[in-house]
């Protein structure tokens, strides 16, 4: 039940392109879901995070889409490019809680083809 | 502004030999800490985590431990290394909900 479950496990997406990664959960007490963004030998950077009191949230290119009722969020990288190539992961906790543990999926990496 | 330092950036050791990774954070006390372990091509594994000065909890059993002697000070040993300890080492803090990370460091086991 604190699983996050996150696909594809990886992503080809052509320049210009809408990359679109998904993640699932089950624990309905989660209450902060973010987005981290990490490239190749670098500690993972948020991206963007989203509260389940909206559906959707929008800084730029990124998009999150969240959906209460399934229970399942996802990132849209519009107009994708190069340099948006990484590897990309959901996470999700009780914001609330003490530890303020995350959970993470198990990442996605993207890459953006010229 | 609020940093996370982790050294060193990359260590190469031997089987059975100790380990001391050091994080160092800036800019804001009594912070919540967190050490991940990142495998190759892997997920974020949550190895410990701290909510104060002496406190850790740890999250799965292993080879390594972990302390926190100051506040803005967490450090992940061991006595004797494995070579499946290689990794990639991420210290994070808490922000208000979400979590910062250092630069990390890359262990290699030989």
């Known amino acids: 039940q604190q699983q996050v479950k996150q696909s594809p496990q990886s992503l080809i997406v052509q320049k210009g392109g809408i990359s679109i990664i998904n993640c699932a959960y089950e624990?309905?007490?989660?209450?902060?879901f973010p987005w981290y963004q990490q490239f190749p030998g670098k500690g993972p950077a948020l991206l963007i995070a989203?509260?389940?009191?909206?559906s959707e949230k929008k800084e730029g290119r990124f998009t999150i889409s969240f959906n209460k009722s399934a229970k399942q969020f996802s990132l849209h990288i519009m107009d994708s490019q190069p340099g948006d190539s990484a590897t990309y992961f959901c996470?999700?906790?009780?914001?609330?809680?003490?530890?303020?543990?995350?959970?993470f999926g198990q990442g996605t990496t993207l890459q953006v083809k010229p | 502004s609020q940093t996370i330092h982790q050294w060193p950036a990359t260590l190469v050791q031997p089987v059975g030999s100790p380990l001391s990774l050091e994080c160092t954070v800036e800019?804001?006390?009594?912070?919540?800490l967190y050490w991940y372990r990142q495998a190759a091509g892997r997920g974020l594994q949550l190895l410990f985590y701290?909510?104060?000065?002496?406190?850790i909890s740890s999250e799965v059993p292993q080879n390594l431990s972990a302390s926190r002697p100051q506040d803005r000070q967490f450090i992940l040993s061991s006595k004797k290394l494995l070579l499946s300890d290689s990794g990639f080492y991420l210290c994070?803090?808490?922000?208000?909900?979400?979590?910062?990370f250092g630069p990390g460091t890359r262990l290699t086991v030989l």
């Open positions: 996470a999700a906790s009780m914001g609330t809680g003490n530890t303020g543990k995350l959970i």
């Open positions: 624990n309905t007490a989660f209450d902060y």
């Open positions: 989203i509260r389940p009191d909206v």
């Open positions: 800019g804001t006390s009594n912070p919540n």
């Open positions: 701290s909510v104060g000065i002496g406190q």
């Open positions: 994070a803090r808490r922000g208000y909900n979400e979590q910062f």
